[in-house]
Each structure stands twice: as structure tokens, then as C-alpha cells.
């Protein structure tokens, strides 16, 4: 790659025609002395963006931002998220009202329809929902195709990819209806989906929905129900994990989120998309954090092992880093992972675990990086994932199942962000750009005479 410097300088300032003023920002390409301006569009809360949508037809330069650190890859009117600052926004209301007020189902419609809803509507909504929660009894013995021992996230996105070929009659993505029903049939078959998968791993008969319980109680009931007697779903428990999908249900344009898009903008169909995501949120840099968190905490094992973590975090030659600390955009605490840390000790408590060790080792850590310098400059924080797993674990919910959780809950938001994407008058088919670095136009060496 090569880089001349200073043959591009900026400046910004404001355009007038007839009829409009328009901010922009001014290129000035000092190789062949043109410059270029480029419109400045206004955000309503937040950094505003630089319209570079016409720079290579206007200047033959692309832009490069591997990993899309300074890129806005889309419009969107559903989550907000100030880094800096610390605050996450559904639809415009702070997650922390919404995690103590509300609940999944009702973040839920809110993410799909962009307003809260009034209680005939969540009324409904919730039926709807609890309605589609069964699955084709087909897809029962598709599952039997995996190895038992198989990932639960491998199964995910087997099983959700798959259910483009159960439900034929809500694949056309141009009509509104359709798209509805996929979504809503998606947001309320991931519990039973979920719950199968660890049904399917360990070897129990599935356990069925029951339409009298709600949204997380009836997830915990497929979890650990079987038919050989009642099994009564702790209200802390479910209401904890309530709160969980809540704080898991969107985050902006992340990885996952962004492959669903960029699936999704090539006319692909959502069940085919949220499978996507859910390749995407397997990731130890993404959601196969909060399993990575445990297995890290249960490495270290007593607080007098912290330090020697510590140090290993802070080591370049090492690769170990501190899961569930960092975020790309969180630049300050993760609300999240307060509302979160709030949550197990209240887990704990109500489980009469409040000596749970990884609790101890997890508050020691946390304490021990705040003050150490190497993660001060870099602020890094405890994120999302730092302490949901030590709930999951008091749920007994095993660590190979955190991600399915996370990606059971995710799914409102990507669906939503899926219907945005597909609404949006101007969304085209994704097609990044490169820098290409490699050989030039060469001669072909037939193989004899190579
Ligand atoms: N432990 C030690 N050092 C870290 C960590 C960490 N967890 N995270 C970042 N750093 C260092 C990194 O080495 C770099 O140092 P330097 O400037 O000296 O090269 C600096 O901090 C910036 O890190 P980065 O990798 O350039 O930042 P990024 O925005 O590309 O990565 C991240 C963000 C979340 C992938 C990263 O912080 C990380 O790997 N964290 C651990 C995994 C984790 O907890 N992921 C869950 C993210 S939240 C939920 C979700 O998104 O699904």
C-alpha cells in the first residue's frame, strides 16, 4: 500500500443554490488542483455524516475504513448509542428505563414498530407472538441430523436457515404482510428453537410451548421441563432473564447486525438472513464472549489469580485479552453491563448464592482493571457480556448455551433492522469497495514452462 501525504486536504463550508443551503465539507485533491464538495447530512442525535456516495464517480478515489470504524453503513431510526457518554437508546427511550419499567415483549414491539405500544396493542402483540411459538413438527427431525455433541450455535443457524423451507408463505420480501409474519413468526420460534437445541444436546424429549406462560418463563419451562412431572419456572428467574433479552434485544450496526443487512440486501429472505446473524454473533470478538467470560473466570479461579491475568492482558505477545472488557464503540462504562451487574447480584441472592466464587473473581477483576493504567488509557470497560454469564450459570443454563440465548434476543432487533433496511427507498445491494495491493496484469507461464 502506498500513501502520499497532504494530496487531499479537507475544509468545511456551505453550499447555496436557488433553493437550498446545503453544509458540506470540501476535498481538495492538490495532485491535479479540483476540489470536491461533499454534503454534510445531519443526524438528530449524534456524529453527523460525510455524503461520499458520488466521491469515486466524482473523484475516482474510494474511501478505506476496514472494519468500518468512521463508516456509516446505513440510516437507521432504531437504536442510538453515545459511546462516550455511556447511553444506549431504543426508539429513543434510555435502556435503563426500559429495563427497569418495561418488558421483552413490549422492547420488542417497540423495536419493530418504532413506538410503544398501548396495552390492546401489546395485548395483542403478545398473543400473536405466544401463537407462532410452535414449529413445524418436521423441523423436530431435522435436528436429528446433528451430532448431539454438535455446538448449539451450529444447530442455530442449521435450524434457522432452514425454516426458508417450512415456511414458504412469508418468503416475499416485497410484501409488507409477509415480511410481518416472518418476523413475527422468527421473534417467537427462537425460545422453542433455543430450547431444543440443549433438549436435543443432552438427550431429553423436546418440550413443547405452553401458551399460558410468557415470553421468558416459557423459554426456561422448554429449557428444563420434562414430561415426567410439573416443573415450577422461578419468577426471579424468568423475570432476570426478561431483563436479559431487554438488554441484548438491538445494538446498532454490529457485526451481526450488519451481516444480516448485507444478506438481507441482496433480496435474500430473513429466515435465510437471521441465520446469517447468527454466524456472525458466534464470534468469541462478538456474542461467544459471555461463554468466553466464563470459561475465563473459571480459569482464574480464586481473586488471588487476578493480578497474573492482569498482567497477561496487558502482555502484546500474549493473546490472551480480558473477554467481556472493550467495545468498539463504548468508550465508557456499558449500560448494559451495570443494569447486568445489578441483575446477578439480585439472581444470586434470591438463589442464596451470594458467595458464588466467579461473582468474587469477576467484581476482583473489574476492580483491578479500573485502576490499572493500561486499561484507563484504552478505556476499557466491562461490556454486556462480562457478568451475563454468571446469571446464566446461577440459571444453570450451560456455557455452550449463552450465545443461543444472546442470539434468541437478538433476533427482534435484527428483524427490525432487516425491515428498515427493506423499507428504505434507498437501500441498494451492499457491495464494499478495496485497495487492491496485489500483482498487477501479468503473463499466464503455461504449467511447462513454469
Ligand atoms: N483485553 C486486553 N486488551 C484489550 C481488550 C481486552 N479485552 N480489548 C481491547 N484491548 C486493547 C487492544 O489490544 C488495543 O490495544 P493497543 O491500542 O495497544 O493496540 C486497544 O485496547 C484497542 O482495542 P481494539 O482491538 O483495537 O478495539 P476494537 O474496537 O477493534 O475491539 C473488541 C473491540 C470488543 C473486539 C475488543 O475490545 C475485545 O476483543 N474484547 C474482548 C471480547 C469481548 O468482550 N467482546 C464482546 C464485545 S460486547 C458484545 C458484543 O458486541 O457482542
Same mark, same amino acid.
Given at each position: ?89 431504543? /426508539? ?286 484504552? /478505556? ?65 507461464? /503455461?504449467?511447462?514452462? /513454469?
Amino acid at each position: 500500500m502506498h500513501e502520499k501525504a497532504d494530496t487531499v486536504a479537507v475544509t468545511t463550508g456551505e453550499t447555496s443554490d436557488c433553493e437550498s443551503k446545503q453544509d458540506h465539507l470540501t476535498l481538495i485533491d492538490h495532485h491535479n488542483g479540483q476540489s470536491y464538495d461533499l454534503p454534510i447530512i445531519y443526524g438528530s442525535v449524534g456524529p453527523n455524516v460525510i455524503d461520499v456516495r458520488r466521491l469515486y464517480t466524482d473523484t475516482g478515489y474510494f474511501t478505506f475504513d476496514p472494519g468500518f470504524t468512521a463508516t456509516a453503513s446505513c440510516n437507521s431510526k432504531i437504536t442510538f448509542i453515545d459511546g462516550e457518554n455511556g447511553i444506549l437508546l431504543y /426508539r429513543g427511550y434510555p435502556i435503563q428505563d426500559l429495563a427497569e419499567y418495561s418488558d421483552f415483549m413490549e422492547v420488542s414491539y417497540l423495536l419493530l414498530k418504532g413506538e410503544l405500544p398501548t396495552a390492546a396493542e401489546k395485548a395483542r402483540f403478545e398473543h400473536d407472538i405466544t401463537y407462532h411459538s410452535m414449529l413445524n413438527e418436521q423441523i423436530a427431525y431435522f435436528y436429528r441430523g446433528f451430532r448431539r455433541d454438535a455446538h448449539p450455535m451450529a444447530v442455530m443457524c442449521g435450524v434457522v436457515g432452514a425454516l426458508s423451507a417450512f415456511y414458504h408463505d412469508s418468503l416475499d420480501i416485497n410484501d409488507s404482510h409477509q415480511r410481518m409474519i416472518a418476523s413475527y413468526r422468527l421473534v417467537a420460534k427462537m425460545p422453542t428453537i433455543a430450547a431444543w437445541t440443549y433438549k436435543y444436546a443432552v438427550g431429553q424429549p423436546f418440550i413443547y410451548p405452553r401458551n399460558e406462560m410468557y415470553y421468558a418463563q416459557n423459554f426456561l419451562h422448554m429449557m428444563f421441563a420434562t414430561p415426567c412431572e410439573p416443573y415450577h419456572v422461578s419468577s426471579v428467574l424468568a423475570r432476570a432473564l426478561d431483563r436479559i433479552l431487554m438488554l441484548h434485544a438491538d445494538h446498532e450496526q454490529n457485526a451481526s447486525t450488519s451481516t444480516v443487512r448485507l444478506a438481507g440486501s441482496s433480496g435474500a429472505n430473513p429466515f435465510a438472513c437471521i441465520a446469517a446473524g447468527i454466524a456472525s454473533l458466534w464470534g468469541p470478538a462478538h456474542g461467544g464472549a459471555n461463554e468466553a467470560v466464563v470459561s475465563m473466570l473459571t480459569a482464574i479461579g480464586d481473586k488471588c489469580n487476578v493480578p497474573e491475568y492482569v498482567r497477561r492482558a496487558k502482555d502484546k505477545s500474549d493473546p490472551f485479552r480480558l473477554m467481556g472488557f472493550g467495545h468498539r464503540v463504548y468508550k465508557n462504562y456499558d449500560p448494559r453491563a451495570k443494569i447486568m451487574q445489578r441483575t446477578a447480584h439480585e439472581v444470586l441472592d434470591a438463589l442464596d448464592k451470594k458467595d458464588e466464587p466467579l461473582l468474587a473473581v469477576a467484581l476482583e477483576l473489574e476492580r483491578i482493571a479500573l485502576e490499572d493504567e493500561y486499561f484507563v488509557k484504552r /478505556r476499557l470497560y466491562p461490556n454486556v457480556d462480562f457478568y451475563s454469564g454468571i446469571i446464566f450459570n446461577a440459571m444453570r443454563i450451560p456455557t455452550t448455551m449463552f450465545t443461543a440465548i444472546f442470539a434468541l434476543a437478538r433476533t427482534v432487533g435484527w428483524i427490525s433492522q432487516w425491515n428498515e433496511m427493506i423499507e428504505d427507498p434507498g437501500q441498494k445491494i451492499g457491495r464494499p469497495r478495496q485497495l487492491y495491493s496485489g500483482q498487477g496484469p501479468r503473463s499466464f507461464k /503455461r504449467l511447462n514452462q /513454469r
